[in-house]
């Protein structure tokens, strides 16, 4: 994201690998390390976009719990992780019953894709795609992001999603 | 600094990625990718 001309905030749960990362990999980067999450909220532009990169399962949901509190109406929770379908179903509905909207969007193409351009199938929360689609549009790889955020979830889209990061990874 | 267009929760796979690479690794595996011998 960052290597596309977007400003990204960074948190994680053990603090001191934030500061690695600025320190490292960051340094001289427009990422901003933050060290809780207050600082972390205070630091994004509204509507806010917030994507999880964490484990699959009961991570989501703690991180969900973590940060709705200090969201406002019109601000997103991306689940970028491996999550299951059923599961970002529960989730969207779950956020939007709080007033905030929710993507569960697979990220295809390994650690290579992060840096040259994943495979990205978005679903969720419709009303979310104007705020998240000038960044997924322009870090996705190409071929499969014409169409829209779909309703639901989009883990039903694995095959096809797998394929445009093969396409990907040919070219 | 201006404000953040998008928040990242969990930098683990920036871990994955100096693990898997290093940072000069990386630069090589990225070259040979675009056709360069090195």
């Not at chain 1, 990061?165 to 040919?170: G, K, L, T, V, Y």
Request: proline residues 5%.
């Amino acid at each position: 994201m960052e290597s596309k001309g977007f400003t990204v905030a960074c948190f994680n749960r053990t603090v001191s690998k934030v500061d690695d990362f600025i320190n490292g990999r960051a340094k001289g980067k427009k990422i901003i390390g933050c060290h809780s999450i207050e600082e972390f909220v205070a630091s994004l532009k509204t509507p806010r976009k917030i994507m999880l990169m964490v484990k699959a399962g009961q991570a989501v949901d703690d991180f969900i719990e973590l940060v709705l509190p200090h969201l406002a109406g019109g601000d997103t929770i991306i689940d970028g992780g491996n999550s299951h379908f059923p599961d970002t179903i529960r989730r969207t509905a779950y956020v939007e019953s709080k007033g905030k909207l929710y993507i569960g969007t697979g990220v295809s193409g390994g650690e290579e894709g992060a840096l040259l351009g994943p495979s990205i199938m978005p679903g969720g929360s419709p009303k979310a795609w104007p705020s998240v689609k000038p960044i997924f549009q322009k870090i996705a790889a190409r071929p499969l992001m014409a169409n829209p955020v779909a309703t639901g979830s989009a883990k039903r889209c694995r095959p096809l999603r797998e394929n445009g990061a093969q396409r990907h990874r040919i070219r | 600094m201006a404000k953040a267009d998008i928040g990242l929760i969990g930098l683990a796979v920036m871990a994955k990625l100096d693990f898997k690479y290093g940072k000069q690794g990386l630069h090589r595996r990225l070259l040979q990718s675009h056709g360069f011998k090195g």
